[in-house]
């Protein structure tokens, strides 16, 4: 076998990686879940500081909707269940999404 060959087939062998498709996830306005909740939620499911999540809250009551993040569609799924899980078991209707982008 000639030198060289070897690293040659690895390099063509060699798969391309390609990157993993992104999520936002979405959280959505109801009149029931208190504002303040909501922002607990952002700080504590999304790592946002009070008042980055106070901002997020207000868009969301405002315009019905805010995005809280992108993420890979595991890591975004995770998130919506979690805070789904999270709000039901606090008796809230806070509603999340995930949407493609």
């Known amino acids: ?3 060289g060959t070897v690293e040659q087939l690895v390099k063509k062998a060699k798969p391309k990686l390609k ?3 992104m ?3 979405v959280m959505h306005n109801d009149d029931f879940t208190p504002m303040e909740f909501v922002v607990a939620v952002l700080e504590a499911f999304f790592s ?10 207000y868009e969301i009551h405002t315009t019905g909707r ?3 993040g992108v993420f890979s569609k595991d890591v975004a799924e995770t ?10 078991r606090h008796e809230y209707p806070l509603l999340c999404s995930l949407e493609g982008v």
Do not use: H, L, N
């Open 1 to 3: 076998m000639e030198q």
């Open 19 to 21: 990157t993993p498709s």
């Open 23 to 25: 999520y936002e996830v």
């Open 48 to 57: 946002m500081e009070r008042m980055v999540a106070t901002r997020v809250m």
């Open 66 to 68: 805010a995005i809280c």
């Open 79 to 88: 998130k919506v269940d979690q805070v789904t899980e999270y709000a039901r």
